[in-house]
């Protein structure tokens, strides 16, 4: 689903709020992410901001499936005008930006908020975020060991909603002992609009989907930028970056990656199908079932993604398909919480489960 969708209601003033309170569950740890979702649950219950109108108006034309997309797009693109303005009132307040943690920004978002520029509600009107936490960048390499490389099967890896495509350079970040780097044909990222590690603006989109106060993150998507990059000056062609929604990826990867005896192909989302309702999601998953046909038990298609069906669901799965007596057949590899410090997996039957006789 992409922003121009523009099925359903808009969001109200209530549903915003309602999603803000609960907001702080999953930022523990984060004094000034938590103190910003304050500050606006606060002007909100106090009335109806000139913000908050003007937000209203750029959702008119929006969805949110989610709970968390809403909030999280605003912070995004807040933090993306601080990124880009040195004389922001809030630069103290982000450690993102050289600032502290220990203050209360509340008051500087108030004055961003009262004088926000076009561009911030721009971003608010068509907007999407791609984050990178290399932790769950490099769920997609434990299966793709157990279900290609055990068999020593190269496959082509593809990803939908693929931002900048570090997810597909997971194993240049922090490898796995034995993963096979070279088992891979060719990485290709579909996005709705593909972001570029050089350029300026983008790098700042790809910084702003990470909370100010997450420096650990940052970091860790700094380094992965410039090794992507290091990576790339030496082959243009490492990751191919195609323009393609993701209602749109299963055809296209069915038209341009078509199926070969001996190679097999692994299709993944990360925080994509959490933003799909129940319809699109069956239509999707029925696009994928039959772009995987054709490859049998050579395809893989794997999801990083909330649990579906849990309103406001504070647990990821990490979901495994192939194709199985004409359909799908499923398993859910692990689940763990937002902030990974509960994580269930069962070894066992997740091997079984790749067992290409299974």
């Given at each position: 689903m992409t922003a121009a969708d523009g099925k359903g209601?808009?969001?109200?003033?209530?549903?915003?709020?309602?999603q803000l309170e609960r907001a702080p569950m999953a930022l523990p740890g984060l004094p000034v992410s938590s103190a910003m979702i304050r500050r606006?649950?606060?002007?909100?219950?106090?009335?109806?901001?000139?913000?908050w109108k003007?937000?209203?108006?750029?959702?008119?034309?929006?969805?949110?499936?989610a709970w968390t997309e809403a909030w999280s797009l605003f912070l995004a693109a807040v933090h993306f005008e601080v990124l880009s303005d040195a004389k922001s009132p809030l630069i103290?307040?982000?450690?993102?930006?050289?600032?502290?943690?220990?203050?209360?920004?509340?008051?500087?978002?108030?004055?961003f908020l009262s004088a926000a520029p076009a561009s911030f509600y721009d971003r608010l009107r068509t907007g999407e975020r791609r984050s990178f936490v290399q932790a769950r960048?490099?769920?997609?390499?434990?299966?793709?060991?157990?279900y290609f490389q055990t068999r020593r099967l190269p496959y082509y890896l593809v990803e939908v909603n693929a931002g900048a495509g570090l997810n597909l350079a997971a194993d240049l970040f922090a490898p796995p002992k034995g993963f096979a780097s070279?088992?891979?044909?060719?990485?290709?990222?579909?996005?709705?609009?593909?972001?570029?590690?050089?350029?300026?603006a983008h790098r700042r989109w790809l910084t702003a989907a990470l909370l100010p106060d997450q420096m650990p993150l940052i970091r860790a998507l700094d380094q992965a930028i410039?090794?992507?990059?290091?990576?790339?000056?030496?082959d243009d062609s490492f990751i191919q970056m195609v323009e393609c929604a993701p209602a749109l990826a299963p055809r296209f990867a069915a038209k341009n990656?078509?199926?070969?005896?001996?190679?097999g192909i692994l299709l993944f989302n990360m925080a994509v199908t959490s933003r799909m309702d129940d319809v699109q999601y069956r239509r999707y998953a029925a696009d994928m079932a039959e772009t995987m046909k054709p490859w049998g038990d050579r395809a893989l298609w794997l999801e990083v993604e909330s649990v579906r069906g849990e309103i406001y669901s504070m647990t990821y799965q990490l979901r495994l398909h192939k194709t199985a007596e004409g359909g799908l057949k499923s398993h859910v590899m692990a689940a763990f919480d937002f902030n990974a410090k509960t994580v269930a997996y069962d070894r066992a039957k997740t091997e079984q489960f790749l067992s290409v006789r299974a």
């Amino acid at each position: 689903m992409t922003a121009a969708d523009g099925k359903g209601l808009a969001m109200t003033k209530q549903e915003f709020l309602e999603q803000l309170e609960r907001a702080p569950m999953a930022l523990p740890g984060l004094p000034v992410s938590s103190a910003m979702i304050r500050r606006l649950s606060e002007e909100l219950r106090a009335g109806d901001p000139s913000w908050w109108k003007e937000t209203a108006a750029a959702w008119q034309g929006r969805r949110f499936v989610a709970w968390t997309e809403a909030w999280s797009l605003f912070l995004a693109a807040v933090h993306f005008e601080v990124l880009s303005d040195a004389k922001s009132p809030l630069i103290p307040y982000f450690p993102s930006c050289g600032g502290t943690d220990e203050a209360e920004p509340g008051l500087a978002l108030s004055r961003f908020l009262s004088a926000a520029p076009a561009s911030f509600y721009d971003r608010l009107r068509t907007g999407e975020r791609r984050s990178f936490v290399q932790a769950r960048a490099r769920l997609w390499l434990g299966p793709a060991m157990l279900y290609f490389q055990t068999r020593r099967l190269p496959y082509y890896l593809v990803e939908v909603n693929a931002g900048a495509g570090l997810n597909l350079a997971a194993d240049l970040f922090a490898p796995p002992k034995g993963f096979a780097s070279n088992r891979v044909l060719a990485r290709v990222g579909l996005d709705a609009e593909p972001l570029l590690v050089e350029d300026i603006a983008h790098r700042r989109w790809l910084t702003a989907a990470l909370l100010p106060d997450q420096m650990p993150l940052i970091r860790a998507l700094d380094q992965a930028i410039d090794k992507l990059r290091q990576r790339q000056s030496g082959d243009d062609s490492f990751i191919q970056m195609v323009e393609c929604a993701p209602a749109l990826a299963p055809r296209f990867a069915a038209k341009n990656i078509p199926a070969e005896d001996e190679a097999g192909i692994l299709l993944f989302n990360m925080a994509v199908t959490s933003r799909m309702d129940d319809v699109q999601y069956r239509r999707y998953a029925a696009d994928m079932a039959e772009t995987m046909k054709p490859w049998g038990d050579r395809a893989l298609w794997l999801e990083v993604e909330s649990v579906r069906g849990e309103i406001y669901s504070m647990t990821y799965q990490l979901r495994l398909h192939k194709t199985a007596e004409g359909g799908l057949k499923s398993h859910v590899m692990a689940a763990f919480d937002f902030n990974a410090k509960t994580v269930a997996y069962d070894r066992a039957k997740t091997e079984q489960f790749l067992s290409v006789r299974a």
